[in-house]
């Protein structure tokens, strides 16, 4: 199929998306800056293409994109809730869906 990729001699699939991370957890917030951890995504060995990274957002807006599961941010401003969300790309471009996070600053 021209939809399939060859990896290191396997074929991986164009059209399965990671799963999206999991267990978000903010840790180290300051007034300056935090730390956002998540679980890594999954994904079926030697059929669907592995996980390049993650894309990280604060209320919608792109931040980062980073090879790990963790990601130290600036820490949004503003009073009010605030939603830091994180989903998965492979290797051939496909997200997973985001999971999200809120928190506010009063």
């Known amino acids: 199929?021209?939809?399939d990729f060859v990896g290191l001699g396997t074929y991986w699939s164009a059209t399965a998306t990671p799963?999206?991370?999991s267990s978000l957890r903010i840790s180290?917030?300051?007034s300056e800056t935090l730390t956002l951890s998540w679980q890594e995504s999954t994904r079926v060995p030697y059929s669907e293409a592995p996980v390049a990274g993650y894309e990280v957002s604060v209320d919608g807006a792109v931040v980062a994109r980073v090879g790990g599961t963790s990601a130290r941010l600036r820490t949004p401003t503003g009073m009010g809730f605030h939603t830091l969300s994180v989903r998965a790309f492979n290797?051939?471009?496909l997200f997973s869906p985001a999971v999200q996070t809120q928190f506010i600053i009063n």
């Open 1 to 3: 199929s021209p939809f």
């Open 19 to 21: 799963s999206a991370p």
């Open 28 to 30: 180290d917030l300051t």
């Open 91 to 93: 290797a051939v471009g």
